[in-house]
């Protein structure tokens, strides 16, 4: 038993090395990456519930590793918010995210919206307003196709400073949105404050509302509360007919999940768009 104390210790000091040598490696990594252009963008398709149609994509980042092959962001999002890379990260995902829109609008497809997922380090350190206009102008897109995905966490913290860019971000015309809803310190008073658009309800309650009452609560409360509000509401996460058919019922606006298309390439999304919809 004194021997297990002592390799249990071992293997957590040899652990810890490992650990502090990736993460040095993914850090260099990562600083160089957006020269490389090892960064790309996946698309899931948004579907309003009513008219079946695709009506916009989420553009989610993957890190197209030489050695390791394709990284989730979960893998390296909060590394680069704690280095600051994800400042000009994320202004490299906005401005190849509204291209890609733009791109899809010059081809002849029905209006799209582009949703694009902001860290709250890009609200206290990126000057967001100023990246936000750059990739509307470069790209070309109108303000009202691109949404921005902000997290409650992000509303709560730095109140005046984030209320004053949102404001500047409402100015300019794009559309906002509160992703993961109902996760975060759920705060009624800041919706009417920073006048949102659309409500994204969480994964959590969507996946287990066919079999957990709760959640199947909440998802409603939820709905019922942005339609007295004028929000709009977006289900994540939806994987079966269930699920979809719950949402219906309860006239959530639109969905995103697996049961309508994974996130995928650009041009895997050119062809879907022309299979599930009239150009
Ligand atoms: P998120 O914004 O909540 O994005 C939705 C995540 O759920 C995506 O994971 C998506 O692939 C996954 N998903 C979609 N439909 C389903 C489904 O039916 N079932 C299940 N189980 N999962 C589904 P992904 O792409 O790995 O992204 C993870 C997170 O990384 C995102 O969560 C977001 O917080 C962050 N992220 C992604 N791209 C960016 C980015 O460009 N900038 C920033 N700051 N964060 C990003
Ligand atoms: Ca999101
Ligand atoms: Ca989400
Ligand atoms: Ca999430």
Redesign the pocket.
């Known amino acids: 038993a004194k021997n297990d104390g002592r390799s249990t210790y071992r293997f957590y000091q040899e652990q810890m090395n490992i650990d502090a040598v990736e993460q040095h490696q993914m850090l260099s990594g990562l600083a160089k990456a957006l020269e490389r252009q090892e960064f790309v ?2 698309f ?1 398709p948004q579907i309003d519930l009513s008219s079946r149609m695709v009506i916009g994509a ?5 890190w197209q590793h030489p050695e390791r092959g394709l990284i ?3 893998s390296f ?1 909060a590394l680069a ?1 704690d280095s600051g890379h ?1 400042v000009p ?2 202004e490299w ?1 906005l401005l190849e995210a509204c291209k890609q829109a733009a791109a899809w609008r010059k081809a002849g497809f029905p209006k799209l919206v582009i949703a ?4 709250a380090v ?1 609200f206290k350190r990126g000057n967001l307003e100023m990246s936000v206009t750059r990739a509307l102008t470069e790209s070309g897109l109108d303000p009202d196709d691109l949404e921005l ?1 902000l ?1 409650e966490s992000i509303l709560i913290q730095n109140t005046e400073q984030v209320l004053a860019t949102v404001r500047k971000l409402k100015t300019i015309g794009v559309r906002l949105s509160i ?2 809803f109902g996760t975060g310190y759920s705060s009624l008073a800041y919706l009417s404050r920073f006048s949102v658009d659309k409500l ?1 309800i ?2 959590s309650f969507v ?1 287990n509302m066919v079999d957990d009452a709760g959640s199947a609560a909440i998802v409603r409360a939820i709905i019922q509360m942005a339609k007295s509000l004028n929000l709009k509401t977006i289900a ?4 079966d007919e269930n699920t979809l058919a719950r949402l219906r019922l309860y006239h959530c606006d639109a969905v ?4 309508y298309g ?2 995928m390439t650009a041009t895997e999304f050119s062809t879907y768009l022309s299979e599930n919809q009239v150009a």
């Open positions: 963008l996946q899931q989420e553009a989610l980042i993957r989730a962001p979960e999002i918010e994800i990260i994320g995902v694009v997922n902001l860290s890009q995905e997290t992703d993961d994204k969480d994964r996946q994540e996460g939806v994987e995103q999940g697996y049961y994974r996130p």
